[in-house]
């Protein structure tokens, strides 16, 4: 009787082994597939000017977008997740030193990047949040172009991104946002130009920024991957929904709330958006407010 119970466990086990693995490789070749996907595009031609005005305003884009945080202070880049499950994740050296990008990559190149999240051969960026970049306007795009392309070479290679089996499950299941070309609507344009101001429409197209985490609707929901926290609802009925106009900027400035937490900048990045102008956090403010 004990054989055959161990023997029936060992069945079991083993066809249970087999269904994984089944299942595991649908998964993993199923995500290849996307990645392998070609996309058939055409860049908008932008005007890109290189005056000083210009590639400051550019600087302080790239620090307000959060392109410091995957790709270093300098934008030579660096590893930005290094964890057993997911693997190895890498912010892209975004100059033109020594391990960076080729001599001839083009303001064509960058706007495939930013507005289509494609690499020049037509294949998907991987992780790169090109669906928030893609809301930008003709100004906003063309001031971040001309400060990237004026940085100064930094030499230094990075290896290249190591999924490891749980980021191809959680591609799979779309809870990862790996697979960055398929989340653009790529047949949309280019706005030419968004009024600074305080007003809902202007807070509205600035949270294009806060999307890859909050999502479209503003109301967070479950961590962007494993070990994050669950994301707060950030509209009126959240929490936030709560502050004053004062407050919310002050947290955003400080990432100190008015409830006394201090916010991990690794979970929310608030140095970010300490780099807007008050204008702009009052019309993010407003936009919030709003829903």
């Not at 860049?43 to 392109?67: F, H, M, T, W």
């Not at 003709?138 to 004026?150: K, P, T």
Request: aromatic fraction near 8%.
């Amino acid at each position: 009787m004990l054989i055959r119970i161990l023997k029936g466990t060992g069945i079991a086990l083993l066809s249970l082994g087999v269904l994984i693995a089944g299942v595991y490789g649908y998964m993993y070749h199923q995500v290849q597939s996307r990645m392998n996907e070609k996309y058939v595009v055409q860049a908008p031609v932008l005007n890109i000017r290189y005056d000083s005005a210009q590639l400051a305003y550019g600087e302080r884009l790239a620090i307000v977008k959060g392109c410091r945080d995957c790709h270093g202070d300098d934008m030579g880049g660096k590893v930005f997740v290094d964890d057993p499950g997911l693997g190895l994740l890498i912010g892209k050296n975004l100059t033109k030193g020594k391990g960076g990008l080729p001599k001839d990559y083009s303001t064509e190149d960058w706007v495939l990047a930013l507005k289509h999240g494609i690499r020049r051969d037509g294949k998907t960026l991987l992780f790169m949040p090109s669906y928030e970049f893609t809301h930008l306007s003709e100004e906003d795009m063309s001031a971040i172009i001309a400060y990237a392309q004026s940085l100064k070479p930094v030499d230094r290679e990075l290896p290249d991104h190591n999924l490891k089996p749980l980021s191809y499950i959680l591609a799979s299941l779309d809870k990862l946002p790996l697979i960055v070309a398929e989340k653009i609507e790529h047949s949309t344009e280019l706005i030419k130009q968004v009024k600074s101001e305080v007003s809902v429409d202007f807070g509205k197209y600035l949270s294009n920024s806060c999307t890859g985490c909050h999502r479209p609707n503003m109301k967070g929901g479950d961590p962007i991957a494993p070990g994050f926290p669950v994301v707060p609802d950030v509209t009126t009925s959240g929490n936030v929904g709560k502050w004053t106009e004062d407050q919310f900027v002050t947290v955003l400035r400080t990432g100190k709330t008015p409830e006394g937490k201090e916010i991990d900048p690794k979970n929310m990045p608030w140095p970010m958006t300490a780099a807007y102008t008050d204008t702009e956090l009052k019309a993010l403010y407003a936009y919030l407010k709003s829903i």
